[in-house]
């Protein structure tokens, strides 16, 4: 018995981990795994909202509106007779049961005086003429245009007659001097040579030959001469 050898028996518990290094690394991968496994469990758990996606709004609560209260309007005091629309404080239209109000009438049923209005006034012109025949013979005719200034200042003035025929002998202003005659084939222009003093008066005297005794045209500084 003595010379049989004895078979070591393998080494247990720690010294056999020690011995074994391949067996911590794979504990440890096991563990790892396993924590992960874990972890992806705990994240697909949760239920992320989708990309865009907003949370649900929260309901507003409606605005409370008052019930609205009529207000009491008083009603219009009823118009006396004699008594203004304006003085009782009546709207300007007409009320149901009330009498019309006419805007022309001042108190009710009596009517004011309106005015009519205003026409302008004819603007006098500043020198005014009248046209006569003087003397009339065989063969031709004296005329006057007597002018009056009835500006405040004095002034010059020109008379333009024209006629259907006939020629001019003369022209001539008495008491004054004499102007400028201008003939022309249908009558003749006279510029006067002075000038006449507010409220004055000229008369101009002219020969005419063969020509009717009423002019086609007489004017005084452009207005037509009274008298034809």
């Known amino acids: 018995m003595s010379g049989m050898r004895r078979v070591p028996r393998p080494p247990h518990g720690p010294v056999a981990i020690a011995t074994s290094p391949w067996i911590v690394v794979g504990a440890g991968v096991v563990v790892m795994v396993v924590l992960l496994i874990v972890a992806l469990g705990a994240y697909r758990g949760r239920s992320p909202a989708p990309d865009g996606a907003q949370p649900p709004a929260l309901p507003v609560p409606s605005a409370v509106v008052a019930?609205?209260?009529?207000?009491s309007v008083p009603s219009p005091a009823p118009v006396l007779p004699g008594i203004s629309g304006r003085a009782s404080g009546l709207p300007p239209s007409a009320t149901v049961g009330s009498p019309s109000v006419d805007p022309t009438v001042g108190q009710i049923g009596k009517p004011t005086a309106t005015r009519s209005p205003s026409r302008a006034a004819p603007v006098q012109p500043a020198m005014t003429g009248r046209y006569r025949v003087v003397q009339s013979f065989d063969g031709g005719f004296i005329g006057e245009v007597?002018?009056?200034n009835a500006s405040g200042r004095s002034r010059g003035w020109t008379v333009r007659l024209e006629f259907s025929g006939g020629r001019?002998?003369?022209?001539?202003?008495e008491g004054v001097p004499q102007g400028t005659i201008r003939q022309s084939d249908d009558g003749f222009t006279y510029v006067s040579g002075v000038e006449v003093s507010p409220g004055g008066s000229v008369s101009l005297r002219f020969h005419m030959e063969r020509s009717p005794s009423t002019p086609r045209e007489c004017t005084v500084d452009g207005v037509r001469c009274n008298g034809l």
């Open 146 to 148: 007597a002018m009056v």
């Open 168 to 173: 001019l002998v003369t022209a001539w202003v």
């Open 67 to 71: 019930p609205s209260v009529p207000t």
